[in-house]
């Protein structure tokens, strides 16, 4: 990828650092920011304990780890960023925090720099609008954690130019990842078909069909899927999952994205899932919470 | 464990003729399995009922019900619905849905399950609701992505390659539904539409396409 040089991830949560990760490692200078030294300390320790896993599984020698590392940069100073050639942001999902990133990013950064969104719920066009640039934003959502998997999701925004989406998917291609096109619609595809299912899946269990592990042992065993929709609800959270519900239901008005009454009063229960130690199962006892 | 297999009329969708679940079946046993696309009418012709410890009758679409009949929530006996989910043409999965009503005798139950464990399945058990498990569940995401590759959000190569890839799905929607038949998801997804009315269990356009070809 000839004109993209430096690159940098704003938000150095989880998804930031895994992004931030995938592009040091695929050769690129990489800015973490963050406004907060706190969170750019911790990601970074979380960053060099992944890196320390790669050396003792043997993916990475320590000299390349160390290769990797020199080429990372934490910082909370926007003025470092004046040198990106292009910006993934992956800050917190509230189009006004975004819109605030943007124009000050817009403000700071050159004319060439492209910026993306790690978005996986807001309109990349309404992203754009708050940007200064719209015709150099595009939507590159990676999956998570976006250090293991090669899928990144790239959505072009009404006023993103061609030339902009072709850097960025050569862009993404030269990090090793698996780009596919999509629409800028809600969700594009992996959250546009998984926020409904998860919900019907709630609702299955709410209006006392089966318990969640004879669903999880259904859909893994009649059709193959590697996690049952219960033990991937309480690994991503289900606080989360209501955010997701509250976005997609917003634009779409879709009776299969509102949130179920079960999900509400599971976290309301403080049952999030793994984090909590309780959520459609008891992690600390095994046992399971039926419907 | 013994059981008593009973063939009815039509093809078993969960057990095929000469499958080792068949061949394994004793003369006589409290525990009876009706097999076959008409196994629930041969439940009438069927004697002594009560004192077999389990009736266990293969469904199609249907609900248990149909057979049983229902009494104001409170029905349930020895007489237990199953059916291995499978798609279309594709062999039998290594999942059986055991479809039980509010009072269903947990002997009845426990005894199922352990048949089937025997025969090296697995069993969620579940209320006597069309669609099951997994047909409920996986009928409006199959007919959303149908929609959704007429609306063009992305190719169908894309559509699929993003949920194996992102999902760790063994198959994409659209490939998998051109495998095991568009017509065979429209036959499946109709009845679920007729008992819930949601959109979702409507059959998507190309299934309709599918099924009108089939009968030209």
């Not at chain 2, 464990?1 to 063939?7: A, N, R």
Request: overall charge negative; aromatic content about 6%.
């Amino acid at each position: 990828m000839d004109d993209i040089k430096t690159v940098a991830v704003a938000g150095a949560g989880t998804m930031g650092s895994g992004i931030s990760i995938v592009a040091a490692r695929a050769g690129f200078e990489t800015y973490l920011f963050d406004t907060s030294e706190d969170t750019i300390a911790r990601a970074r320790k979380q960053i060099e304990g992944f890196f320390a896993k790669s050396v003792a599984k043997g993916k990475l020698t320590e000299e390349q780890v160390s290769e990797i590392l020199s080429r990372m940069h934490g910082t909370s100073k926007m003025e470092d960023l004046a040198s990106c050639d292009l910006v993934i942001e992956a800050v917190f999902e509230d189009l006004n925090v975004k819109h605030d990133l943007l124009g000050r990013l817009n403000d700071v950064c050159p004319e060439h720099t492209i910026f993306a969104s790690n978005t996986s719920t807001l309109s990349i066009s309404e992203i754009a609008g708050g940007s200064g640039r719209s015709d150099r934003v595009v939507g590159m959502h990676f999956c998570l954690p976006a250090q293991l998997m090669k899928l990144v999701e790239m959505s072009p925004g009404l006023n993103t130019a061609e030339e902009t989406f072709k850097k960025a998917w050569a862009f993404c291609e030269s990090l090793k990842q698996k780009p596919v096109r999509t629409q800028d619609t809600p969700g594009f595809i992996l959250n546009y078909f998984l926020v409904p299912f998860n919900n019907d899946v709630i609702r299955l269990i709410e209006s006392g069909v089966a318990e969640p592990a004879d669903v999880d042992r259904a859909i893994k065993k009649g059709l193959g899927y590697p996690m049952g929709p219960c033990e991937l609800l309480d690994l991503i959270g289900l606080d989360t999952q209501v955010r997701l519900c509250e976005a997609f239901y917003e634009v779409t008005k879709d009776p299969r994205a509102a949130c179920p009454p079960l999900l509400k009063r599971m976290v309301a229960a403080n049952r999030l899932g793994r984090k909590t130690g309780q959520g459609f199962y008891n992690y600390e006892q095994n046992a399971m919470f039926g419907g | 464990m013994e059981y008593q297999v009973i063939k009815a009329e039509g093809e078993s969708r969960s057990f095929p003729d000469g499958s080792e679940f068949m061949s394994n079946a004793s003369e006589s046993s409290e525990i009876v399995v009706l097999i076959g696309s008409n196994a629930g009418d041969a439940l009438g012709a069927l004697s002594d009922q009560e004192s077999k410890r389990a009736i266990l009758v293969e469904l199609g679409t249907e609900c248990l019900a149909l057979h049983t009949g229902e009494s104001r929530g409170r029905e349930g006996s020895n007489i237990l619905g199953f059916a291995r989910f499978r798609l279309g043409n594709d062999a039998p999965s290594d999942l059986v849905e055991l479809v039980c009503q509010p009072n269903s005798s947990e002997e009845a139950i426990d005894s199922a399950i352990q048949l089937f464990k025997e025969a090296g399945l697995e069993v969620s058990v579940c209320r006597d609701f069309a669609g099951r498990i997994i047909d409920r569940l996986v009928r409006p995401y199959y007919n959303e992505a149908l929609r959704r590759l007429d609306e063009g959000l992305a190719t169908a190569d894309d559509l699929d390659l993003t949920l194996k890839l992102g999902l760790g799905y063994p198959e994409g929607p659209i490939e998998l539904l051109e495998r095991s038949g568009l017509a065979d998801h429209h036959d499946v997804t109709k009845p679920l539409f007729e008992v819930y009315g949601e959109r979702a269990y409507a059959p998507a356009r190309r299934a309709i396409v599918a099924k009108q070809r089939t009968q030209k």
